[in-house]
């Protein structure tokens, strides 16, 4: 899978400090104490600045998966911390069953008892068949709101990324960075500098 070939402004500070790392390392140091003006690395690091796109490309893979982790993170921050009324529909899911099952008894007693009564006309009835209508509606809900119980779960399972799994894909992308851009980047680069040619970097 090919990752982003542009970096992020908000991830040019990762960038940079990375950068500074790949021009601490062993070889690239030494290579730039063979500059007897000490202007290699300046123009080491502005290079690199200018090719940033073309760096962070070679990081690709690992930095498309921190991307996408962070917004899956990031969507499903906005998606939990603002209220809308979608968030009527859980209590609903509970209310309704329980509601509708506490209907369901209180009706059917009353037409029951109104029936041993022998209570005249057609209200016994009545209760009774609303108290049937409605434990009918009490089951039906039931169904309904294990459904989603079940469905809810089933989306947490595969939900948002953790804040370490996030941050090891962060940390992933930097290692890439350095290994697979900034660092044959700057070899690259010390080749081609006039000053620092005599002297090849240890590979």
Known sequence: MAGPSRLHPEDRADFEAVLELALSTADIRKALLTDPTG????????????????????????????????????????????????NL???????????????????????????????????????????????FVAAVSTLVALAALVGTAVRRRGGPPSAERLEQARLSWHQALLDQGLLPHLRRCIEEDPSLSSSPPQR
């Open 39 to 86: 202007r290699a690395a300046g123009r080491l690091r502005a290079r690199a600045l200018a090719g940033t796109d073309e760096i962070t490309a070679a990081s690709g893979d690992a930095y498309g998966t921190y991307l996408a982790l962070r917004s899956a993170s990031s969507h499903d921050t906005e998606r939990t911390g603002t209220p809308d009324s979608g």
């Open 89 to 135: 529909l859980p209590a609903l899911l509970v209310l309704t069953p329980l509601v509708a099952a506490v209907s369901a008894a209180i009706l059917l007693l009353l037409g029951y008892l109104l029936q041993l009564a022998d209570t005249p006309a057609t209200l016994p009835g009545s209760l009774v068949t609303a108290g049937w209508v409605l434990a």
